[in-house]
């Protein structure tokens, strides 16, 4: 099966799901692209080398790297003082690729090698206890990473996302059931049936809409 001009892109990108593009992942700005809703030089990770890659498979010509979304730099990987973390998860939740470990109340830790340097930990760390450090000394964009290490991370986001996914629909699903046993227990109390209680409400949620509309225009008088 022959890959699509998205998927062509996205095998050129990163994979650090940094954001800075201005897209929530590697894959939407890809696709943004292929669709020519987004220019080729909007991933400061990729750098200039990057850029030559999407010229290449897009038939557009290199660009420079637009500063709206950043500059080219050697790659980062996050550090947490563990003196000051306070173990409240936000930056585990914020981390595309799984790259942090630690639980609630807990201290976290940062897996260097499945770091992408994507900075999106920092800004939620309510007590600004991680920084970013520079690993690849002069070396940038393409040169700061490979083929393998965004293969890789690309693997942990799909995983990760998919992760997520799933306790939601399990999270929806435990919250309709709890949902359904309520309704039966309201009617085994109340002897109502639930297409009568579902009429009750229709008309309480009226009466609480008429009584606002009312109160608004007796302010406004």
Not at 21 to 26: D, E, F, K, M, R
Not at 28 to 42: F, K
Not at 140 to 160: E, I, K, N, P, V
Not at 162 to 189: G, I, P, Q
Request: glycine share 6%; charged share 25%.
């Amino acid at each position: 099966m022959s890959k699509s001009l998205a998927d062509l892109i996205e095998d050129a990108l990163p994979q650090t799901q940094c954001t800075k593009c201005g897209y929530p992942a590697c894959r939407p700005y890809a696709e943004a692209i292929a669709l020519g809703e987004a220019e080729i030089n909007q991933c400061p990770p990729g750098g200039h080398a990057g850029i030559a890659r999407l010229a290449a498979i897009t038939g557009r010509k290199v660009i420079p790297l637009n500063p709206v979304n950043g500059f080219e730099r050697p790659r980062p990987v996050a550090f947490i003082d563990e003196s000051l973390c306070i173990g409240c998860t936000l930056c585990i939740q914020a981390c595309p690729v799984d790259a942090i470990l630690g639980a609630a109340k807990h201290m976290h830790t940062i897996l260097p090698s499945l770091c992408t340097g994507c900075d999106l930990c920092v800004a939620p760390c309510p007590v600004d206890c991680i920084v970013m450090f520079p690993v690849t000394d002069d070396r940038t964009g393409w040169d700061a990473w490979s083929q393998h290490q965004a293969d890789a991370a690309r693997a942990r986001h799909d995983f990760r996302t998919a992760r997520l996914s799933r306790e939601r629909e399990e999270n929806d699903a435990r919250l309709a059931a709890k949902a359904v046993a309520k309704m039966k227990e309201v009617t085994a109390e109340t002897g109502n049936t639930p297409e009568e209680l579902a009429e009750k409400e229709r008309k309480r949620a009226i009466i609480a809409a008429a009584i606002e509309r009312a109160r608004q225009k007796a302010n406004k008088e």
